[in-house]
């Protein structure tokens, strides 16, 4: 039985990319379509064939990029409506690039119309393909049955999120670390996959060496070691291989990358963010008169402190019994505050703290130097996320949920750090508009209370 599940597992890319395939024909022959249909009459110098096919193409490829970004061709990986909202956004995102490069091609601005229905056209496509493929998907790949091992309580929140997804997952039995091992890993061999969270190096060593001789699947938590340990860089000495960490953040060739691209992409910002800061800075002040900016100390890079600059979202005088991170339903919080906040427009003026190079566009978010410290008291880690620039948005912003604890974020920090990219910069700034667009995060207890309503209903599987 276990090799079976093992055969239809190496299909299971295969799968993926022909269902990708399937979708980004079909995308693309829409647009073709349109094409040759409504704009083929009206070019002022008309293509010979292989122009066309050009134009088409080039379609296909800006498609897969933003298909690629926001992860829209993860079918099975991700919800049914956070894949939909994906791949209605690059929809989107892809037909507006279209339109501007048709309008190049034109050499005037395109007819609207024949766009917008394209993308309803399209809408209706990626709809009726999430629906279809995810039935296949898990029609050949059902729910996972696993064991967790744990050593800490720690792990009934890991718990709590993976049952959230219970088309995907299914914890079966839990196993304490004070559990002989012969038995511990009798009882692994009966399941699909087993969960590692917070062991002693010893057993969780032995334990994921069993789990590749055993071809087991294994989920680990990481500890901090284990993400600095993922950056490093492979090296042979004669007949021994060695892993370097560098661990002082980013190389001198990536710190100028990314602060060309900081520069680039605040000249951009600015052209459409002014007009909004100042709608948002009339909006402040005429909510109750106060200040409009809010200006606040923040930690960057190696611990330097500088000034951060907000749109004022709370009364005045909000910290006067001194600094508390501000809840969900915060009372402190004024109308204005509450929109802009949720928009995330408060955040405009910090393209100023980026043009003066205090800040990253992509960065760990900053905190406040006694937060900083109160953290550190609990994990001295959190000091090893100041090994880049803060940032305006950043890995954990769009990856976590409203109430992620401040060491899973490191740990997200760190991951971004030890494994930076230009790429990965494009991609998170990407999911940034995508979340302000459709804040569909949910805190910890949300998940809690929607997987009691999973366990009675499969309406998402």
């Known amino acids: 039985m276990q090799n079976q599940k093992q055969n239809r597992e190496q299909y299971k890319h295969i799968f993926s990319f022909f269902s990708a395939l399937l979708l980004l024909g079909m995308l693309t022959n829409q647009f073709a379509a349109m ?9 002022v110098l008309p293509f010979f064939r292989r122009g066309h096919w ?5 379609y296909a490829v ?22 939909l ?8 995102c892809g037909n507006a690039v279209a339109y501007l490069q048709i309008s190049v091609i034109l050499r005037r601005f395109a007819e609207l119309m024949p766009m917008l229905k394209l993308t309803v056209q399209e809408f209706v496509i990626v709809i009726g393909w999430t629906i279809v493929t ?11 049955k696993l064991i967790i091992v744990y050593g800490s309580p720690s792990a009934a929140a890991l718990v709590m999120k993976m049952s959230y997804r219970v088309d995907k ?26 969960i590692l969270c917070d062991l002693p190096s010893d057993l969780r060593n032995n334990l994921i060496k069993f789990c590749f001789d055993k071809q087991l699947r294994a989920y680990i938590v990481p500890e901090i070691s284990d993400i600095i340990i993922r950056g490093a860089d492979n090296l042979r000495l004669f007949d021994t291989p060695l892993l370097l960490c560098r661990n002082y953040g980013l190389t001198f060739e990536q710190r100028v990358l990314k602060r060309l691209f900081d520069l680039i992409f605040c000249m951009i910002a600015l052209i459409p ?8 800075a009339i909006a402040v002040k005429l909510c109750d008169g106060g200040a409009v900016l809010y200006q606040q100390t923040r930690l960057t890079q190696n611990g330097r402190a500088f000034t951060l600059y907000k749109f004022r979202s709370m009364i005045p005088n909000a910290e006067q019994h001194g600094a508390q991170l501000a809840g969900e339903h915060d009372s402190r919080i004024t109308p204005v505050g509450r929109f802009m906040r949720k928009t995330r427009l408060d955040e405009l003026p910090q393209l100023f703290n980026i043009l003066k190079g205090d800040m990253s566009v992509v960065g760990p978010r900053p905190e406040r130097p006694e937060l900083c410290a109160e953290y550190e008291k609990q994990f001295p880690e959190f000091r090893f996320r100041l090994h880049v620039k803060a940032g305006l948005t950043g890995y954990a912003q769009v990856t976590g ?23 990965q910069d494009i991609q998170i700034v990407l999911m940034t508009i995508r979340i302000t667009l459709f804040p569909t995060q949910k805190t910890n207890e949300e998940l809690l209370s929607q997987n009691k309503k999973n366990t009675r209903k499969d309406s998402d599987l």
């Open 85 to 92: 909202l994906s791949q209605i956004l690059s929809v989107c």
């Open 273 to 280: 963010a002014l007009p909004l800061m100042l709608i948002c």
């Open 35 to 43: 094409w040759y249909g409504d704009y083929l009459d009206v070019l």
């Open 134 to 144: 995810q039935k296949i998907y898990f029609f050949l790949y059902p729910p996972r």
């Open 54 to 58: 050009v134009v088409i193409s080039i």
């Open 169 to 194: 997952y299914m914890i079966c039995e839990s196993v304490s670390t004070k559990t002989d091992y012969q038995d511990m890993t009798e009882k692994i061999l009966r399941y699909d996959g087993v």
């Open 401 to 423: 949920v409203y109430d992620t604890t401040p060491y899973d974020k490191l740990k997200m920090d760190l991951m971004y750090i030890e494994n930076y990219s230009l790429f």
């Open 62 to 83: 800006i498609m897969f990029l933003f298909f690629k970004v926001y992860n829209a061709f993860k079918v099975g990986y991700l919800r049914r409506t956070d894949i």
